[in-house]
């Protein structure tokens, strides 16, 4: 053998370390070079038998190979991963069914909720949540909406039977009871009850008497929310609102206020976000206009705090209300609110 | 409402192109939700909010433009319609005396003024005026009817022209006066309207009545005349200007809005002049509209001479309200000097006087109707100003700590969804008849549904869930898992309505599940609601909790030996209102306030154990229907100190065991805390249970 050998030798474990791609094929090319009757312990056995002058070299060189074996056998190893601890199988078929336990889903309403909560939450809020049955008090004249009024229009009503029950007076316009119309009830509940401050979210159910089609129910969820303490301002308002916009639709949103009339904050505004399809340039989803309505805020007026017992010279406050239907048609670009009824599983495992 | 640009420019100085004008408007409350081209004058859709009737008009559109451009506002010229009152009040056969006009409750009717208008010719309105009103979608009738609507979309007064003649009946004549009585109708009393339908009157109603009344009658008790018109809202069919009126009664007057409003709604009749009358019109413009009108009919119907009579009075007491500059800069988070708000408040119509400092007293102008506090004005600013340029800021926040029932729904949903199942919403209203047979209570009644659907308010969760189950299986859904967390609802023993929340789940059909053997289908029971229960109340720290078999075949669910809800597999009639056949469904319902008042979610540790156990399984085979929870609490209670835990590991029927049996792998795990227990020490005592099994139960045991 010469050093031609040793060349080829080398040559052919290259090769063949390339081919291995199992643990045991790698354990069987070791003994194959490195074993005790192996390729390179043939080598060096011949060393005794070589001319003087060339066993130096010729040992170098076989030395060098077997340094090179261990060290391509090594880096092998590592390639092949934790090559010891995985058992060798045959058989499989990665494209079969998977096993396992599915979960469910929440309702998407449920997640824009959860959602849109988590973001007040993050800002100190707390989370309240009041009856559906409310009284004409709570729901209309707590929030300064006279009795009779236009403005009442935009907030038609599901009342309930009144009882029947003769023994009863007769229950007093205040008392009549009906389905609330929107979520600001629970701003009388919640200051009547506590002092301030007060930072409120209150997501529920609300009810209005609207024929049903692809953008209107009769039943659908509001968030309301509401702060109130010495030194709130409207520029609070914004603040609070634009945070909330930029964590819900993205930190490229933008947000603009718009005088509007609600009886129960003064000064009032409508919130427009900019479009979140078209980002503002128009399309049919915000009419050519380039911004999406989403919320009714203003600073709470006094004549809600007179009625909660708040002295308004010492507390301002501000409030907000959103239809969540909206938002997550909004988000998810679904276009027709039925579906949130529906329950279709079709639907729901889609969020 | 509609507006044209050309129409605004009448009124004030516009130097903005529509779009611009357009967004101008929306960021100050007027919102633009429309922009159209009519006839090369661009046409406006604005929606006005309700406390702003003052915005009804384009007069009033251009007072607010005028404001928030600072143009000016062009003068709305009467010299020349004074000049004519003068002439005609000579020249009309009708003097003074011969109308007279009486207001039964100034309540009702605060002002109503009359003209007199002679000679008109009746023809087409003139094209530009034709045009406008058609802009702004009025349809155009004739001259006199064109004119009065003209004004109302000018000014915002709405305005009624009468034909005279068919009032009185008979060419005027001296002597002879003209009673117009403004009172409410009489119950019963009709009146066919200009729309032509014959409308019932009730006392509710206000209407305009006239009464003809000869030289020697006038001397009597006063009449109270036959209707003419629903006040404010619409007139009547007799009275209506046609193409022969010669004679017109031009009224303009004030109206109490909230009779207005119950008046259109009892009739079920709204127009742009109710609409008005119900938010409140301006009794300063009163006059003005009226004579601006007559003068257009002098012009455009060639009418030769008006005389006006009034009843009431137009003055009201203007309020005063003091602002302080510093309660705007805290309210808004700005910096706002009396300067400014001077300036804002004048261009919008107030009178400011600044007293001492920063405080100012300012008076409101009669037609804004919506501003009697500070914080009105202060919005005025935040308006004129621009909201935009109200710079954000963060509030300190107020700390509180979280609602703890609030955490346990969440909770409750993460541990459902976790168990595989999907949430749904459902109406909480629903049909009565639905509810048949599910829930005995009674529920609170709507009064006023829109349809069948949403005549109740709901006593269980359970409709809503069948719906969802038989939409789904609609759709060739094999497998429905579903839960629902809301509110039912009951009347009370005093018919008070009371609401619960609740959980509510249904189970249908076989969940498809690939174990290592390939696909099994695990076909729904009560068992699986069984367990999500028991998960569900471990997970909330829930211990003392039991399901028992009812009377009815629904089982239970009690905590702390309270019922708080059953788990039943629905009945097939009821099913089939559902249109659900050959399914089997499994209902859970429980009231998560019950679970949440028992639910401890704090942990408390406990050592582990420090010697194995040794457990003993016993395979035996009894009567099908002795119950294993009687077997297990017949082992617990007689079992021997050493015993750690018993539980059913395995339960079977079929070829192995006979019918009418049941086979039961029973585990006992046995365990000391003091050693380690020895195969010798466990053997007595785990025969003294098999011996209690085969005593009692007749177990054989295998």
Redesign the interface.
């Known amino acids: 053998m010469s050093s031609v050998d040793i060349e080829a030798i080398k040559n052919q474990l290259g090769l063949e370390i390339n081919a291995v791609n199992s643990s045991q094929g790698l354990e069987e090319l070791r003994i194959k070079y490195l074993g005790r009757k192996g390729l390179i312990s043939q080598l060096t056995g011949m060393i005794p038998g070589l001319p003087q002058e060339e066993r130096a070299a010729f040992g170098q060189k076989a030395n060098a190979l077997k340094n090179k074996t261990l060290s391509l056998i090594e880096e092998k190893q590592r390639s092949l991963g934790q090559v010891s601890a995985v058992e060798e199988f045959s058989g499989l078929d990665i494209g079969l069914p998977a096993i396992v336990q599915d979960l469910g889903r929440l309702h998407p309403l449920t997640q824009i909720i959860d959602e849109i909560c988590a973001v007040f939450v993050r800002l100190g809020f707390s989370v309240v949540e009041g009856p559906e049955i409310e009284t004409e008090y709570n729901n209309f004249t707590g929030l300064n909406i006279p009795l009779e009024h236009p403005s009442r229009d935009a907030f038609d009503t599901f009342y309930l039977k009144p009882s029947n029950n003769t023994n009863d007076q007769r229950p007093t316009t205040s008392d009549r009871l009906l389905l609330r119309s929107h979520t600001s009830p629970v701003q009388i509940r919640a200051m009547k009850s506590q002092k301030p401050p007060l930072a409120v979210v209150v997501p529920g159910r609300v009810y209005r008497p609207d024929a049903v089609d692809a953008s209107h129910s009769f039943m659908f969820h509001q968030i309301e929310g509401f702060m109130v303490d010495k030194g709130i301002r409207f520029s609070d308002l914004k603040g609070v609102l634009e945070a909330f916009a930029k964590a819900v639709f993205g930190e490229d949103i933008k947000m603009r206020f718009r005088p509007h009339f609600f009886p129960f904050t003064e000064p009032s505004a409508e919130v427009d976000i900019s479009c979140i399809i078209c980002k503002g340039k128009g399309c049919s989803v915000c009419g050519r206009k380039g911004w999406l309505e989403v919320l009714g805020a203003g600073m709470i007026h006094p004549n809600v705090f007179k009625h909660v017992g708040y002295n308004a010279r010492e507390y301002t406050g501000f409030a907000f209300g959103m239809g969540v239907e909206r938002i997550a048609m909004l988000k998810y670009g679904i276009n027709d609110i039925r579906l949130f009824f529906e329950n279709d599983l079709r639907f729901l495992r889609q969020f | 409402m509609k507006v044209t640009y050309n129409w605004l420019k009448d009124f004030v100085e516009i130097t903005l192109s529509p779009q611009e004008l357009a967004d101008k408007l929306?960021?100050?409350?007027l919102?633009v939700t429309g922009l159209d081209n009519h006839g090369g004058d661009p046409v406006f859709e604005i929606e006005i909010?309700?406390?702003?009737p003052d915005w009804l008009s384009v007069a009033g559109i251009a007072r607010e433009i005028a404001a928030i451009t600072k143009s000016k506002l062009r003068a709305y010229s009467v010299e020349r319609i004074a000049y004519r009152k003068k002439l005609s009040a000579i020249r009309y056969p009708l003097s003074a005396k011969t109308i007279k006009i009486s207001i039964e409750d100034r309540k009702d009717c605060p002002l109503y003024t009359a003209n007199l208008i002679q000679g008109t010719k009746v023809k087409q309105a003139p094209d530009w005026m034709r045009q406008r009103l058609e802009s702004v979608g009025c349809r155009s009738i004739n001259n006199i009817v064109d004119i009065t609507n003209y004004i109302l979309f000018s000014l915002g007064e709405p305005l009624h022209a009468f034909d005279l003649d068919k009032i009185v009946r008979r060419s005027p004549v001296a002597g002879r006066q003209l009673d117009i009585i403004i009172r409410r109708a009489k119950k019963g009393e009709e009146l066919v309207t200009i729309d032509g339908e014959k409308r019932t009157l009730s006392e509710d109603i206000l209407v305009i009545a006239a009464d003809e009344i000869t030289g020697r009658q006038a001397d009597r008790r006063q009449g109270t005349g036959k209707p003419i018109a629903i006040a404010g809202i619409i007139g009547g069919k007799d009275t209506e200007v046609d193409e022969n009126t010669r004679n017109v009664l031009l009224e303009a007057a004030i109206f109490n809005p909230?009779l207005t409003?119950?008046a259109r709604q009892a009739l079920g009749v709204q127009t742009e002049s109710s609409y008005r009358f119900?938010?409140g019109v301006d009794p300063g413009m009163v006059q003005v509209a009226s004579e601006s009108a007559s003068e257009l009919i002098l012009e455009h119907a060639s009418a030769e001479c008006f005389a006006f009579f009034s009843s009431g009075t137009a003055a009201i007491k203007k309020r005063q309200i003091l602002l302080d500059a510093e309660s705007a800069q805290?309210?808004?988070?700005?910096t706002i000097g009396p300067t400014q708000i001077k300036s804002i408040l004048t261009r919008l119509g107030f009178t400011v006087q600044v007293k001492e400092k920063r405080k100012m007293q300012v008076v409101v102008p009669s037609f804004r109707i919506d501003v009697a506090?500070e914080?009105?004005l202060?919005?005025e600013l935040?308006?004129i100003r621009g909201?935009?340029n109200?710079?954000?800021?963060?509030?300190?926040?107020?700390?509180?700590?979280?609602?703890h029932?609030?955490d346990l729904l969440?909770f409750t949903?993460d541990i459902?969804?976790?168990?595989?199942?999907?949430?749904?919403?459902?109406?909480?209203?629903v049909d009565r008849e639905s509810l048949r047979g599910l829930c005995a209570d009674r529920a609170?009644?709507?009064?006023?549904?829109?349809s069948k659907d949403?005549e109740v308010?709901r006593t269980t969760l359970a409709p809503g869930l069948l719906t969802?189950v038989s939409?789904?299986l609609n759709?060739q859904?094999l497998y429905?898992?579903?839960?629902e967390t809301?509110?039912r609802?009951v009347?009370t023993d005093?018919?008070?309505?009371g609401?619960e929340l609740m959980l509510g789940i249904a189970l249908c059909g076989a969940r498809p599940?690939?174990?290592?053997d390939g696909?099994i289908k695990d076909k729904m029971s009560i068992l699986h609601l069984k367990g999500i229960t028991e998960v569900l109340f471990e997970r909330l720290g829930i211990s003392d909790h039991l399901l028992q078999i009812g009377p009815a075949g629904a089982v239970t669910v009690k905590i702390k030996g309270e019922d708080i809800g059953a788990i039943f597999e629905a009945k097939k009639d009821i099913l089939e209102r559902w249109d659900i056949k050959n399914k089997e469904v499994f209902i859970l319902e429980i009231s998560l306030e019950k679970v949440f008042a028992s639910a401890r979610t704090e942990k408390k540790f406990k050592p582990l154990p420090l010697y194995p156990a040794i457990t003993r399984d016993i395979s035996l085979v009894i009567k099908e229907d002795l119950l294993a929870g009687d077997i297990l609490t017949a082992v617990r209670l007689n079992a021997p100190s050493l015993l750690a835990e018993v539980k059913i590991a395995d339960f079977y029927k079929g070829r192995q065991i006979p019918p009418g049996y049941k086979g039961l792998t029973v585990s006992c795990a046995y365990r000391s805390a003091e050693r380690t227990l020895t195969e010798e020490e466990i053997a007595p005592l785990h025969a003294s249970i098999c011996g209690i099994l085969q005593d009692r139960f007749g177990a054989k045991i295998r």
């Open positions: 929306t960021m100050a409350g919102e909010t309700s406390n702003r909230l409003r119950r119900e938010r805290k309210n808004l988070g700005i506090q914080v009105d202060i919005e935040a308006r909201y935009e109200i710079p954000p800021t963060l509030p300190k926040t107020c700390l509180k700590a979280a609602d029932k609030k969440a949903k459902l969804v976790g168990l595989g199942l999907q949430e749904v919403i459902t109406y909480s209203l609170p009644e709507v009064l006023n549904p829109l949403q308010l969802c939409r789904n759709q859904e429905v898992a579903i839960f809301a509110k609802f009347l005093k018919n008070v309505p609401e599940r690939f174990v290592a696909l």
